[in-house]
């Protein structure tokens, strides 16, 4: 009998938890609402504006321009262009094996 | 089984919740066509072109959502300052009768639920709109719109609840400043 009523117990606190969870998911579904508008974002926004201040690199005027060759163009078309060529100039200097 | 007071408590949210998101869906399109602001529905709500459209569009329909809370709110304090079945007076008793509105007389217990979840949304409302206000995503009018609101109605819903309380019991407060003294009877 008293196994009983612990039972009876018990599944009235979980009744009852399962109802505050239910009321509070119906409380907060129109506060949810506030959320549903936004801002149209660009996939590449965020890299595109990085390019933007970055287009045009002067190679000689970064730190490592003492290591740059001689024949370094002035100008490069954008970032990603810029870091094919470091890419291109220095990979002779990876060793050997250590490549991604 | 089920609590009684959860379940009234749901029953009475749903409705609420169901009118406050038609409230807010309807005024963001209304809105924005009156403006002339151009959306787009994706599949996680409405998309516009830039952040000036989008702030003003979630200022003026979160404010429709506080003018839909507003009168969720009026009427809930009308019913509960005018209609309570502890409060009526004899005349307007006898007057919703014979208009047949006698549903509007309603008792604590189902006012008070009804009371509870409109000021919860209220209350809900007040926080979301201030941290959205803090961010920039909606004017700060917004959130002392919602702010006056949610403290005016706390005020009105307080003083039903004190008036119900001298109803139920008058001597209220004489009781508390009320002397007792005791006497004991000498034992033989």
Known sequence: MKKLEAALKTGKLITDLMLIVLLLCILVLPITSLGLLQVKKSANEDVL???????????????????????????????????????????????????E | MFSRILIKLIDQAIVPAI?????????????????????????????????????????????????????????????????????????????????????????????????????????????VTGIMSIFGMIYPWVFYSSLILTALSTVFFILDVESEMKMKDPDIETETEEEIVLSFEESR
Do not use: C
């Open chain 2, 19 to 127: 009118f406050l998101l038609t409230a807010k869906i309807v005024a963001t399109v209304g809105i924005s066509r009156y403006l002339g602001i151009v959306f787009t529905v994706g599949p996680t709500g409405f998309v516009f072109e830039n952040t000036e459209e989008y702030v003003r569009v979630s200022s003026y329909s979160t404010f429709a959502m506080v003018a839909a809370l507003a009168v969720g709110l009026f009427y809930i304090l009308l019913k509960s300052m005018v209609f309570h079945d502890t409060h009526i007076s004899p005349k307007m008793t006898a007057r919703l009768f014979s208009l047949r509105l006698s549903t509007f007389i309603q008792g604590s217990f189902d006012l008070y639920s009804q009371g509870a979840i409109w000021m919860s949304y209220s209350y809900l409302l007040m926080f």
């Open chain 1, 49 to 99: 504006s990085k390019q933007v201040i970055r287009k045009d690199v002067d190679p000689r005027t970064l730190p490592s321009s003492a290591d740059l060759p001689e024949d370094t163009p002035d100008k490069f078309k954008d970032f990603n262009d810029f870091e094919n060529y470091l890419l291109d100039v220095y990979s002779e200097d990876i060793p050997a094996g250590t490549e």
